[in-house]
């Protein structure tokens, strides 16, 4: 009995422990800009706007993953800033960032969701890292199963004096 607890203990920490880590935002505690739709199309076109940029500041708006330049745009004096910028036509489905960088420094960003193309299954982008970390947590369960399966044939043999 004590042989099954420490093998279901490993397999439940193996798979914990193989199972991928969740994304983080980038860039870390983001000031939100405002967008004029959060959900869009590939190739839509959005407004962007924001206010902390220093006055005068030239700022560019980075599409993520990438970055992909969509537009630049001047601070006005108080530090306000907007532009219209299209969403790529080949941006996958799924949860991007759209960021306001001026000289190397992202002052704020927003999420937009790219919807798939008609015909397709909606979902987060896959990359290929999270692909590999999906099947290494599926390899890392299947093995913390099959220890648990052999151990518990084991036990029962020894049971039965097999």
Known sequence: ?????????????????????????????????????SVVNPGDTITVSGEQAAAGAELSLQFFPGPRELATTTADADGRWSAEVTIPADAGPGKHALSAVSDGEVLATAVVEVRAPAGEVAGESTSPGGLRLGLLALGVAALAIGIAVVLLVRRQRNRLGV
């Open 1 to 37: 009995m004590r042989r099954t607890s420490v093998a279901l203990g490993l397999a439940v920490l193996l798979v914990t422990l193989g199972a991928p880590a969740r994304a983080q935002v980038y860039p870390p505690n983001p000031k939100p800009i405002s967008i004029s739709r």
